[in-house]
């Protein structure tokens, strides 16, 4: 192979070829651009990546990221006592279902899915934390916002189990055809599902 850049360069394209969505192709590209732009891209960029290396924190009751421990939204007083906790996979479905404007509401992250294949198991997920959170009082319903996946479900169902016996309501998100949807474009799956669920017009 041919030798094309420094080592720091190199150094910098085989740790963004890391990032999910990219690979080597898109991570040249990237640090070409960013090499382009020094000024007023790479060294913001730096100084924002070691300030969020310094501060970001696991919050330790519901496990978003944030600078503060609680986070923001589990010290939110517009969100305690409306008693709705949703239950995600992981921060980015939090962060999905903030940009939606899903309301005052609480969220528990559980880090992940069951997956006996890959070695995740209960204990593994934030599973113990979301029943201690439950068993506390203040939560009059709980809904398990996880992927429509075999993981997925068989998680909800784990957590539903572990849930059972307290004194609160469990839903889940509805599955179907997508606001804007096309029947043509969906998949069977879905669409039985979209049909199972159907609700008066």
Known sequence: ??????????????????????????ARRATLHLIKK????????ASAMQRA??????????????????????????????????VVEDVADLWALERSSV???????LGGTLS?????GPEDLNIASLNARVAAGGISEVVLAVNATVEG??????????????????TRLAHGVPVGGELDYLDEGTLAQALKARTDF
């Open 1 to 26: 192979m041919a030798h094309t850049a420094g080592p720091e360069i190199e150094q910098l394209i085989q740790l963004l070829a890391r990032l999910p969505g990219f690979g080597p192709r898109s």
């Open 38 to 45: 020094r000024e007023v891209l790479m060294s913001p960029l």
């Open 53 to 86: 290396f310094e501060n970001v924190r696991t919050c330790s009751v519901c496990a978003n990221v944030d600078t503060a421990d609680p986070c923001g939204i589990c010290t939110d007083v517009r969100r305690t006592g409306q008693g709705m906790l949703i």
């Open 103 to 109: 309301g005052p509401v609480l969220y528990h992250v």
């Open 116 to 120: 006996p294949l890959d070695g995740v």
């Open 153 to 170: 479900q068989t998680t909800a169902h784990y957590v539903t189990d572990r849930l059972a016996g307290q004194n609160v309501k469990i």
